[in-house]
C-alpha cells in the first residue's frame, strides 16, 4: 500500500489555526488535508517549483474541495530563503516524498529550520527504498538513517516515526 496522507496528518495532530507549509506539495494530497486539520483560522502554504501543479492545486483547493486556507508558493526549496516565508513563521512543516529527488538536502533542511517556530514540527515521509522501479532508482533513495542524521545535524530532534505505509517511512522531527 502507498503512503496515505490523510493517515500521515492524522498522526500528525495538527491543531486549528495551525500554520503549515508543505514542501513539494505537487498535487497537493497532503495540503488538502492539512488545510482541513488547520481550519478555517489556519492557514497551510502549499510550496513546489513546478508552476502546473500549483496551479492545479489552487484550483482544486477552491472549485472542488472549497477550501479557502491554502496559498501557493512557487519556490526552489533548494534555496536558502527560496520559500520567502518569514523566519519563525510556522507550526509546522511537511515534506513528503520530495528529498530523494533533491540535489542539497543540506539547504532544504536549513530552509525548514529558517522558517519553523522555535519547538515547530516536521512530518517527513519518504521512500524506505526502490521498490523494483515503483519509487525512486536505488541510488536516490534517501532512507531512514539518512533524514535522522541530516536533520540531526542541524538541530532537529526526533520526536518519534509513524506508520507511513509498506513502502515508506515517517519521523517526526523537532526544532
Not at 489556519?42 to 501543479?53: E, F, N, S, T
Not at 520559500?83 to 511537511?94: F, K, P
Amino acid at each position: 500500500m502507498f503512503s496515505d496522507p490523510e493517515k500521515n496528518i492524522e498522526q500528525f495532530d495538527l491543531g486549528s489555526g495551525n500554520y503549515v507549509a508543505d514542501f513539494g506539495a505537487g498535487s497537493g494530497f497532503y495540503s488538502f488535508s492539512a488545510a482541513e486539520a488547520v481550519g478555517n483560522s489556519g492557514r497551510v502554504y502549499a510550496v513546489d517549483v513546478q508552476k502546473d501543479l500549483l496551479e492545479r492545486l489552487k484550483t482544486e483547493a477552491r472549485n472542488i474541495r472549497h477550501l479557502n486556507n491554502i496559498e501557493i508558493i512557487w519556490a526552489d526549496l533548494e534555496h536558502l530563503g527560496g520559500t520567502r516565508l518569514r523566519e519563525n513563521s510556522m507550526d509546522a512543516v511537511i515534506v513528503a516524498n520530495v528529498f530523494f529527488q533533491l540535489e542539497n538536502k543540506d539547504n532544504a533542511c536549513l530552509e525548514i529550520k529558517r522558517i519553523l517556530k522555535p519547538g515547530g514540527r516536521v512530518l517527513f515521509v519518504d521512500w524506505a527504498s526502490s521498490f523494483g522501479g515503483i519509487g525512486p532508482q536505488s541510488q536516490h533513495v534517501f532512507d531512514e538513517d539518512m533524514a535522522k542524521k541530516l536533520f540531526e545535524k542541524h538541530g532537529f530532534k526526533e520526536d518519534r516515526t509513524i506508520g507511513a505505509g509498506a513502502q515508506h517511512y515517517g519521523i517526526i522531527f523537532r526544532k
